[in-house]
């Protein structure tokens, strides 16, 4: 299964400000994000980042997403596009595959990043960076035992806005 990590950043490597604020992304991220959601039908989030969407309201439509928590109350919730789980990131793209997905879209946050690239499961990164940089915030990978290469396949400025697309492969 080919895994995709999608994510906005800021020039210095940050993903969202202080309290998970993220509305310094541009529209054109944004409408790039919801583009590559359709396209792979399916977004893994980790709990924070889940929080953060429903308190912003942003609605992913028919997309399944999976948000992995050890919340409790959230581990018992049901929904039909979004999945709560405690599975391993490995396990996760196990039923996404059984499930009939090709792929599989990595978005965040830092932490949940992190232990898919640790496991060696992020085949490619789309990266849009914002001309912007933020003092403090959230990571775009916490701190790790990692270091994969990558393979520039793609730089490209999106529509009218300063916002910058990187798009890498792993190597592995």
């Not at 940050?14 to 998970?20: E, L, S, W």
């Not at 604020?21 to 991220?29: I, L, P, R, V």
């Not at 599975?87 to 009939?100: C, I, S, T």
Request: hydrophobic share 40%.
């Amino acid at each position: 299964m080919k895994t995709i990590l999608y994510m906005a950043m800021t020039v210095n490597g940050k993903i969202a400000g202080i309290d998970n604020d993220t509305s310094w992304t541009s529209k054109e991220d944004w409408a790039g994000f919801l583009g590559m959601c359709k396209k792979v039908g399916n977004a893994i989030i980790g709990r924070k980042t889940y929080e953060m969407v429903k308190k912003e309201g942003t609605q992913l439509g028919d997309i399944l997403t999976v948000v992995l928590t050890r919340e409790a109350t959230l581990l018992a919730k049901r929904s039909t596009h979004t999945i709560f789980t405690d599975k391993q990131p490995r396990d996760v793209l196990a039923m996404l595959q059984e499930k009939g997905y090709r792929e599989a879209l990595v978005c965040g946050g830092g932490i949940l990043n992190s232990a898919f690239l640790k496991e060696g499961l992020i085949d490619e990164m789309y990266i849009d960076i914002e001309p912007l940089i933020l003092g403090r915030g959230i990571p775009l990978f916490a701190d790790g035992d990692f270091a994969p290469h990558l393979t520039l396949l793609e730089v490209k400025t999106l529509s009218n806005s300063q916002t910058v697309q990187l798009h890498y492969k792993v190597i592995k």
